[in-house]
């Protein structure tokens, strides 16, 4: 992305509140991105390796696990926003949700709202709603909400 979206206060937050944050470019889900990630956090199942296996069954390649979506969050969220003078926390999930697999090969987007804007006794919190759609389909593969907390630095 050429130009990220600068957020420096709480008013940049506010000012967005219930409105789309970002769109993120497409991202190409590689069959080496799933089997690193699955490799990490020691999910050796079939579907995740065996192409000629996946190539015969239902799913039609190797897919991806559920919560690989939601791992790469982060990375997509700073590719496309620059904080400034504000320390983050990631406070938790109030939900997340599977609709359809993630093959490899398949392109993503990356939906981002400002659900809400809740100010606390120090700094604030952030509520987003995110959608990761494959190219091609109008219904998200995976969806949730999260929040973080912001303070000043």
Known sequence: MDKKLLITCLSDFQAREGKLLFVSPA???SKEMIQQYCRSVNQMDWFHFDE????ASDFGAIIAPGM??????????????????????FLGSDRFRILR???AGDQLTLRFTVQKV????AGFAVHYT???FGTGHD???TLGDFIVRYWPL
Request: hydrophobic share 50%.
């Open 118 to 121: 809740a100010l606390r006794e």
């Open 101 to 103: 697999p993630v093959k």
């Open 27 to 29: 991202l190409t889900v």
């Open 139 to 141: 219904q998200p593969v």
């Open 130 to 132: 995110f959608e990761w």
């Open 52 to 55: 000629e296996r996946c190539a």
């Open 68 to 89: 690989f979506t939601l791992s790469l969050i982060h990375s997509v969220y700073f590719e496309n926003v620059a904080l400034q003078g504000l320390r983050a926390l």
